[in-house]
């Protein structure tokens, strides 16, 4: 009999949720910079017929794979403080929904940003 025990870490988890709080955000924050900048919609046209939208969640969907592999793999034996992370992925979330707002996208290209 063996005396180790198999434990299983939290670390995986943790790198998918703040993943997909990661991967929301990027989708606000390419609707907004594709509103402000003929350029970035310009960029983020990949399929004219649907526009900007094809590009903005294309490579906001790469970037959340990404960096879902590259937290899993650097979390995948530790234990996460998942009171922090689903606190960050909430915080992006909430940014992610205020950022593809329209009101909210039209203040803040009145304001220059």
Do not use: Q
């Not at 970037?63 to 650097?74: G, M, S």
């Amino acid at each position: 009999m063996s005396d180790s025990t198999n434990t299983i870490t939290n670390g995986p988890g943790a790198a998918a949720i703040l993943a997909a709080g990661i991967g929301c955000f990027l989708i606000g924050l390419f609707f907004l910079l594709a509103e402000a900048s003929p350029a970035a919609k310009k960029f983020f046209t990949f399929y004219n017929p649907t526009g900007a939208l094809s590009g903005k969640t294309t490579v906001a969907v790469i970037v959340w794979l990404l960096v879902w592999f590259i937290l899993a793999r650097a979390w995948r034996k530790r234990n996460v403080n998942m009171w922090w992370v689903n606190l960050a992925a909430f915080f992006l979330l909430a940014l992610s929904l205020l950022l593809t707002f329209p009101p909210v996208i039209e203040k803040l290209l009145e304001l220059g940003i």
